[in-house]
């Protein structure tokens, strides 16, 4: 696939990117060359092929989903402007 000048001034603006006039051939040649690379790409043959999420197989380490309070209830609560029997003191919103 070539493309023409107008098309890599077009890409160049939406990309928000200054090209200068001297390198819209060379840009133009280079991007066709991509694009033609990845054509070829879709020749290949993958129906054998499992999809992947990671060259590598390995099972992510996982812990155990436990809930816990953290045991720094009384640290966290240094922070409170107001604290009653553990828990955060906060006005009514409600009524």
């Known amino acids: 696939m070539a493309f023409d000048d ?4 077009r890409i160049a603006r939406l990309s928000r990117l200054h090209i200068s006039n001297d390198d819209l051939e060379p840009l133009s040649e280079e991007l066709s060359k991509i694009v033609n690379w990845v054509e ?11 999809p992947m999420t990671n ?13 816990d309070d953290g045991g720094y209830v009384h640290e966290v ?9 553990g828990f955060f003191v906060v006005k009514k919103v409600i009524e």
């Open 77 to 85: 609560l240094e922070n409170a402007p107001e604290a009653n029997e």
């Open 6 to 9: 107008e098309t890599i001034i």
């Open 55 to 67: 060259v590598v197989e390995i099972k992510p380490h996982q812990r155990v989903d436990e809930v």
């Open 40 to 50: 070829q790409l879709s020749e290949v043959d993958t129906s054998d092929v499992d």
